[in-house]
């Protein structure tokens, strides 16, 4: 894998990354950069500009909070999650230090030779997802900190609808999976099947048809997915062009079953009246994993799933691997 497509995968992993559309991925891998820096660098001081944010590919970063002559490190960063993000997007100063724990390679965003003003007004929709999604993080947050309040008032109800829902496709999104669901899933009786799902061409329809008709596409797709699920099922739009379904008391062979459906639903799925055209039909990876006989828990279900979803795709896709 090329460094610019091990950039776009590492930016999907990540929480405030996650709103974005596949050509916004594209923009924000084009204006980064990788650094290395060695056990004990200083990646920024507390009180400086805070001119970009970070994401961890490998290492450890240590956050340390300095005052007069204390200091404490408050978090620890590692593989896969962000750090100031806060202070970038607030445009305020560095409210600590971040100092590599060991040997580590940073994503920057942006490098260091750019201006993140001037990307987020050539690109302004990203900016907006960006801040979106970290205050999505921080109400988050504070929801769970906060389970003594009432979570049957409406405010909160209503709070946890915003936080939970897709906004574009009206599916549960990336933050029901890695947080609400893992507090259902114990509770669900039988075998649960978690399907992820990826479009084998999606990206011929962005770059054939333009972004406006894949988001319509990508908008068909849920609408579709939604359909084939049952009553008790969830629908998810994972991140992306990824898609996600759980299906409740379903064993192998059904949720196999339910995968093909799926897959041929698609396969009939007339896109021709976005694009103009009937040359492209969509085709689908989906990897499979079972609670709990594949998984002991949720995080281990969907880390499974995703990696027997790329499998699919890495076998030449249109097909199914559990």
Request: glycine fraction near 6%; include cysteine.
């Amino acid at each position: 894998m090329h460094l610019y497509d091990e950039t776009v995968e590492l930016l999907r992993k990540v929480d405030i990354f996650s709103p974005l559309r596949e050509y916004e991925f594209d923009t924000i891998a084009h204006h980064s950069e990788i650094l290395s820096f060695k056990k004990g660098d200083i990646i920024f001081s507390q009180g400086s500009d805070a001119e970009a944010m970070y994401v961890v590919r490998s290492g450890r970063v240590g956050i340390i909070s300095v005052n007069r002559s204390d200091e404490a490190t408050i978090a620890q960063i590692v593989a896969e999650e962000s750090f100031g993000e806060l202070d970038f997007l607030g445009k305020t100063p560095r409210s600590a230090l971040a100092m590599a724990e060991e040997d580590s390679l940073i994503l920057s965003f942006p490098a260091r030779s750019l201006r993140a003003e001037d990307i987020f007004n050539d690109h302004p929709y990203i900016s907006a997802s960006m801040l979106y999604r970290l205050l999505g993080i921080i109400s988050a947050r504070i929801l769970n900190v906060n389970r003594l309040l009432d979570e049957k008032t409406q405010w909160i109800l209503d709070l946890k609808k915003q936080l939970l829902c897709d906004k574009m496709t009206g599916l549960y999104n990336q933050i029901y999976l890695k947080e609400d669901f893992s507090g259902f899933l114990p509770a669900a009786s039988g075998t649960t099947a978690l399907l992820m799902i990826k479009p084998d061409n999606f990206k011929e329809v962005n770059d054939q048809y333009g972004h406006k008709a894949g988001d319509q596409v990508l908008n068909l797709m849920a609408i579709f997915l939604q359909s084939e699920l049952g009553e008790n099922d969830i629908g998810i739009r994972y991140r992306g062009d990824e898609f996600a379904a759980v299906l409740l008391d379903t064993d192998r062979d059904k949720a196999v079953a339910r995968a093909k459906e799926i897959m041929s639903a698609y396969k009939m799925m007339d896109i021709s009246g976005i694009i103009g055209s009937n040359n492209i039909v969509i085709k689908l990876s989906i990897g499979i994993a079972l609670y709990p006989g594949q998984a002991a828990d949720s995080d281990e279900l969907i880390d499974k799933a995703y990696k027997k979803m790329f499998r699919a795709r890495e076998a030449g896709g249109s097909r199914i691997v559990i």
